[in-house]
């Protein structure tokens, strides 16, 4: 199982509802996935132009798929476009 | 619930093994906490001196509550002196 962080910085004067409502049709449909044990966007507490996906995925390879479909191609762009900054770290849970 | 991502990132030349024998203390205490939903440290795949919690919590007092608590407060002031930088963000998931 692989977790991801995605955290976006939006630019500044951007409408967040307009953000929102591309980011949630990310997050409805890549709940359909296969690969896809958990998917939330997340807004922060203190700053809310910080927009983060928390995510789990079974593997590598359905974050690869995830990342070649039709909602991420068509959608991601425009959300970058909205955004100053995107920080993505992939992770591995430690062995306790 | 809120949602708490707490990036850090080790200095160079620090053990890993010394880093995550402290936090895994950290991690085995923190699961006996009341408010505690879900607690993990992950490294990153692609750089190991990234280390991360992933946290969820029932509310913001009973964040409050652990970063008062002895385990934090002895052990996590020896983590960061082995880290370069510390990143916190406390995060509400968005409606969807």
């Known amino acids: ?16 509802e307009e953000y929102l ?3 949630r049709e990310v997050v409805k449909e890549t709940r359909k996935e296969k ?4 998917y939330t ?4 507490i203190n ?9 789990e995925w079974v593997d ?3 974050l ?7 909602h991420v191609l068509n959608i991601v762009p425009k959300l970058r476009e909205l955004r100053e900054s995107t920080e ?3 992770y591995r849970e430690v062995k306790y």
Chains 1, 2 share one sequence.
Not at 41 to 44: A, F, I, P, T, V
Request: charged share 25%; with cysteine; proline share 2%.
């Open 41 to 44: 966007l997340n807004e922060d």
């Open 88 to 90: 993505i770290n992939l």
């Open 1 to 16: 199982m692989i977790r991801v962080v995605c955290k976006a910085k939006l630019k500044p004067g951007v409408d967040i």
């Open 47 to 55: 700053d809310s132009s910080i927009l983060t996906n928390i995510e």
């Open 64 to 70: 690869n798929q995830h990342n070649k479909s039709e």
């Open 60 to 62: 590598e390879e359905a």
């Open 35 to 38: 690969g896809c044990i958990m």
């Open 21 to 23: 409502n591309l980011a």
